[in-house]
């Protein structure tokens, strides 16, 4: 597996970190064009809101650290997942045990915790379950990657908007419009694993002035043989698990608008083979299955009251269902199932007392109607058995205020108050100084919370977990400093430094007298980082990007390194054009070693990408060929608990060839 530090891996790569930065600071400026003026570019597009502050605004303005991923980018790198896009973007990383993808932020990624501590929203909904609170990241998120125009991901606390699980970051997907779509398109790919897939995008004009776009995909990845030496016996196929590797997933999401109405709605759903032995399941077994389903439909209404003033409400109704498949050897398979549905309402006024101040306030609501799940056998014995409803009541509200042309201050509140849990109060500041037109600084300080799942809080599989219906909500406290600074022309810089604070830390970890996994409220966690991006524009159409993360997240009591937490991240990317009509782009990702639950140490890796892509050909025909991890680097991320292996392998190299049509 490993070759180890960081430092020693980064030789048959570096020549590409040296490619990108070397270009990106030569272009700087010899480009006749400059990069899209990044402190300028508007959070949002026109029938969205921001996800920094729920209505449109400049990154230069936004109240957070915010970074944009665009459909070029998209189609450029050839990203594939929302987790391979995200594992881009500085301060995040993600793993997979070939069951979920996880996201991790500023050196926080419990091995348990489904990512929910960072909200997924899609168009401003969010799309977090109910059951684990869980962002889907990987292929359980059915959205078609071509539909999306633009991701914003706002770092640090968003409770103050958002309440529950904006603990790290808030994603949220913007997807195209009908007149960016303008038309029919359809896309056919296959790869490496036995990978196939197909999928569709169609935006128009439906008469009356109204607009849709529809969306859809479907993958099936046949997977591949793995070995593990954990399970190295006879009785286990000599650790073999052998076509248990596969993953099938499709989804669909369409929208309307219509004036000053809008309607979305999505679904989706994904099953997969479990090929490690997870759960204490038998080994090699068919019948190690995940399935998830997700779904929702949002109405919205956004009128203006006067130049001045606006107002937005909408409605929507939310369902999630799940169940994991668990087979012994000697009893029979075991089921954890989950269903749940809810709805709510939301109204936000937005009100310009001046030109200098703006309000933002709003009060939604939420009922959480069915929140079951149930732990059974195939035989028909149920085990445990539950159902935990509850209302979300919550009142929000901002402030940003401009005494001078360069100067914004903005201080926001947001109560949360549940009928089954604490209440909360999340609080957040922001001063931005621009002492140049290029130049923005920002001091940034939030609080947030998450409430203890129903997951967490009350599952409990014979033989491996325990319930915990005693769990209290974990809140954090985030400091930061941003430096945004737009260098001559093509070029912009970033930097950040940050600290937190998490109390009550919600972990599984082992309860001494069971033997059994526990989710319990540990002690507290503190962290301090630094992050730095470049992004340069390349002539008319190339562009580059460089950045690099420390992170320090430590247990308050102990001192000890958190599990799966990445002490360096590098990032590097270039996208050019190469002769008509191909186009070219190579990205570089190098971490250092993360920690395990079994107190062992993976190794450091760097991987590197590169896609292939054509401009539209003959007849609206495009095509690209994706090879990922190029020098087929052995590398491994964390397991969890519920796994024998310290670490789980990924893939190694592997291709993607994909065609598409427009019509």
């Not at 003026?37 to 920094?52: E, F, I, M, R, Y």
């Not at 987790?83 to 069951?99: C, K």
């Not at 997933?249 to 679904?267: N, P, V």
């Not at 994904?270 to 019948?287: H, I, Q, S, V, W």
Request: aromatic share 10%; net charge negative.
């Amino acid at each position: 597996m490993g070759r180890g530090t960081l430092a020693t891996q980064l030789g048959p790569a570096c020549w590409v970190l040296a490619w990108v930065a070397t270009i990106c600071a030569a272009c700087a400026d010899a480009s006749a064009q400059s990069l899209e003026d990044l402190l300028d570019t508007t959070v949002g597009p026109p029938s969205s809101s921001s996800a920094a502050s729920k209505y449109k605004q400049t990154l230069g303005e936004a109240p957070a650290s915010v970074t944009i991923l665009t459909s070029a980018d998209i189609a450029q790198y050839g990203w594939r997942t929302l987790s391979e896009a995200l594992q881009t973007v500085r301060g995040l990383y993600v793993r997979d045990d070939r069951n979920y993808s996880y996201l991790g932020a500023r050196g926080h990624g419990r091995l348990t915790n489904s990512s929910n501590r960072v909200l997924l929203l899609i168009n401003g909904h969010i799309n977090n379950d109910d059951f684990y609170n869980g962002a889907g990241v990987g292929t359980t998120q059915g959205l078609n990657l071509d539909a999306i125009e633009r991701i914003e991901v706002v770092r640090g606390p968003g409770s103050a908007l958002y309440g529950t699980g904006a603990v790290f970051a808030v994603i949220d997907i913007i997807t195209k419009d009908a007149n960016s779509i303008d038309g029919l398109r359809f896309a056919a790919e296959g790869g490496s694993f036995g990978r196939k897939g197909l999928s569709g995008l169609y935006g128009g004009s439906v008469g009356g002035g109204a607009e849709l776009t529809l969306s859809g995909r479907w993958s099936d990845i046949g997977g591949q043989d793995l070995y593990y030496a954990e399970y190295d016996d006879p009785s286990t196929n000599a650790g073999v698990a052998e076509g248990r590797d596969w993953d099938r997933s499709r989804g669909f999401h369409a929208s309307l608008r219509a004036g000053e109405f809008s309607a979305q709605a999505m679904l989706s759903s994904r099953k997969t083979g479990r090929p490690t032995g997870a759960y204490l399941a038998a080994f090699n077994d068919p019948a190690a299955t995940t399935l998830d389903d997700r779904g929702f439909l949002e109405l919205r209404y956004t009128p203006r009251l006067s130049a001045r003033a606006g107002v937005m409400a909408r409605g929507y109704v939310d369902y999630f269902h799940h169940q994991t498949a668990i087979p012994y050897d000697e009893l029979p398979t075991g089921f954890v199932e989950n269903d749940s549905g809810w709805s709510g309402a939301e109204i936000q006024f937005l009100w310009d007392p001046r030109e200098y101040n703006r309000f933002v306030v709003g009060v939604e609501a939420q009922r959480h109607f069915t929140i079951d799940f149930a732990v059974f056998d195939e035989v028909g014995t149920r085990y445990i058995e539950g159902a935990f409803p509850f209302t979300l009541l919550s009142a929000y509200a901002q402030n940003t205020y401009q005494p001078l042309d360069n100067l914004s201050l903005t201080a926001g509140v947001r109560a949360d108050s549940y009928s089954a849990d604490d209440d909360s109060v999340s609080p957040r500041v922001a001063v931005i100084y621009k002492p140049f037109t290029s130049t923005a600084m920002k001091l940034l300080y939030g609080e947030a919370f998450r409430v203890a799942t129903r997951f967490e809080r009350h599952l409990d599989v014979p033989g491996f977990l325990m319930a915990n219906p005693l769990l209290r909500r974990e809140s954090i406290r985030t400091a930061e400093a941003v430096w945004e600074q737009r260098i001559g022309h093509g070029l912009v810089g970033i930097l950040s430094t940050y600290r937190y604070e998490m109390r009550d830390l919600i972990d599984a970890t082992i309860d001494p007298t069971h033997g059994l996994a526990i989710f319990q409220n540990i002690s507290a966690v503190t962290a301090g980082g630094v992050e730095a991006k470049l992004r340069s524009k390349l002539g008319d159409r190339g562009a580059g990007y460089a950045s690099y993360a420390y992170q320090k997240a430590e247990d308050a009591e102990s001192g000890l390194r958190l599990t799966n937490s990445p002490a360096h991240l590098g990032r590097a990317g270039i996208a050019v054009p190469v002769v008509s009509p191909l186009f070219a782009a190579v990205e570089l990702i190098a971490e250092s070693g993360r920690r395990t639950v079994q107190d062992t140490e993976t190794d450091a890796f760097v991987l590197v990408n590169v896609n292939v892509s054509t401009t539209e050909l003959f007849g609206g025909a495009r095509a690209a060929l994706l090879v990922r991890n190029v020098l087929d680097e052995a590398y491994a991320y964390p397991g969890g608990f519920e796994h024998r292996q310290p670490a789980i392998l990924q893939n190694g190299r592997e291709f993607v060839i994909s065609v598409e049509h427009r019509f």
